[in-house]
């Protein structure tokens, strides 16, 4: 899974940019996270637009990934995420654990509230 990234001010937006379903996809995000902490860049925003699709596993690795930022004082906000995967985090009641965003641009600004 290619995670390119960008800073937005002191937000990093990560594009997630395939199925997310675990296994390398989920040790990619979950490094990658590991080294945004690292470095002290604890807002994040997962850019789902590319999502094509994602299981239990995937929801794992987002679970993760926002609780790892959350202990060092940060957060996972997710935006511009497809019906389908919306639908995923609906019916499983996720929706009510993570922010989630129409836009990246909503989910960037949420950070300076």
């Known amino acids: 899974m290619p995670l390119l990234h960008t800073m937005v001010g002191d937000v990093v937006v990560i594009e ?13 995000l ?9 470095k002290g860049n604890v807002k994040v925003v997962a850019d789902m ?3 094509s699709w994602m299981n ?7 679970m993760s990934a926002m609780t790892s930022l959350r202990n060092s004082k940060g957060d996972l906000k ?11 985090l ?9 922010d989630t965003f129409d ?3 909503e989910a960037v600004a949420s950070f300076k509230k």
């Open 30 to 38: 979950h490094s990658k996270v590991r080294e945004l902490i690292d």
């Open 56 to 62: 239990c596993t995937g929801l794992g690795a987002l």
């Open 16 to 28: 997630l940019a395939t199925k997310l379903i675990g296994g390398s996809e989920a040790t990619e």
């Open 78 to 88: 997710l935006a511009n995420i497809l019906d389908h995967v919306k639908n995923l």
């Open 103 to 105: 836009t990246v641009e």
């Open 90 to 98: 609906v019916i499983t009641k996720m929706v009510t654990i993570f």
């Open 49 to 51: 637009g590319k999502v």
